[in-house]
T-cell receptor, first 112, second 111 residues
Framework: DTEVTQTPKHLVMGMTNKKSLKCEQH?????MYWYKQKAKKPPELMFV???????INESVPSRFSPECPNSSLLNLHLHALQPEDSALYLC???????????FGPGTRLTVT | RKEVEQDPGPFNVPEGATVAFNCTYS??????FFWYRQDCRKEPKLLMS???SGNEDGRFTAQLNRASQYISLLIRDSKLSDSATYLC????????????FGTGTRLKVLA
């Protein structure tokens, strides 16, 4: 089973709201990723957790706050977002570094 | 020069045709290479990993040329369902969790 699940599928939020995106995998993968993808562009890396520790933050604004409560779960907390943050947010996992990544179906976020 | 470059296409080919995509990468320290396909408004799905010896999965063949720093994907006997964007993905360097995505090549298979 190579499944990564994400909730919610769609999210509409105002600029003053606080919301969270959730990602889960049960493949025993030790690396988990958040990507942002705008239309007709490739995914852009935001954060990487390896062995439940933040190992990469691609200079993401602090209005995005990642959290890895355990080896199967990854959250992305959102606060005071801007309309330009509207995008598809993808979670991925991989066994470890340099391995193939498996993506979840994404959360389509609209900021109004 | 971009770290990973792909021809964005679109490649419009008839059903049954053979089509090939290339992807060049700039970092000679990269060790892992992948092809993903992405359908409109869906997540990327792993198509195949690319090994030094090349690999084949049904109608799909991937090759790696380290000397020239490119990878290729060949699709034989194209089906309508092969219409998608094909993303070339390269790890930034050995031992890193950072992956670099190409911009993707759009393929449309025509009936």
């Amino acid at each position: 089973d190579t499944e990564v699940t994400q909730t919610p599928k769609h999210l509409v939020m105002g600029m003053t709201n606080k919301k969270s995106l959730k990602c889960e995998q049960h493949m025993g993968h030790r690396a988990m990723y958040w990507y942002k993808q705008k239309a007709k562009k490739p995914p852009e890396l935001m954060f990487v957790y390896s062995y439940e520790k933040l190992s990469i933050n691609e200079s993401v604004p602090s209005r995005f706050s990642p959290e890895c409560p355990n080896s199967s779960l990854l959250n992305l907390h959102l606060h005071a977002l801007q309309p330009e943050d509207s995008a598809l947010y993808l979670c991925a996992s991989s066994p470890t570094y340099s391995d193939e990544q498996y993506f979840g179906p994404g959360t389509r976020l609209t900021v109004t | 020069r971009k770290e990973v470059e792909q021809d964005p296409g679109p490649f419009n080919v008839p059903e049954g045709a053979t089509v090939a995509f290339n992807c060049t990468y700039s970092n000679s320290a990269s060790q892992s290479f992948f092809w993903y396909r992405q359908d409109c408004r869906k997540e990327p799905k792993l198509l195949m990993s690319v090994y030094s010896s090349g690999n084949e999965d049904g109608r799909f063949t991937a090759q790696l040329n380290r000397a020239s720093q490119y990878i290729s994907l060949l699709i034989r006997d194209s089906k309508l369902s092969d219409s998608a964007t094909y993303l070339c993905v390269v790890n930034a360097a050995s031992g890193t969790y950072k992956y670099i995505f190409g911009t993707g090549t759009r393929l449309k298979v025509l009936a």
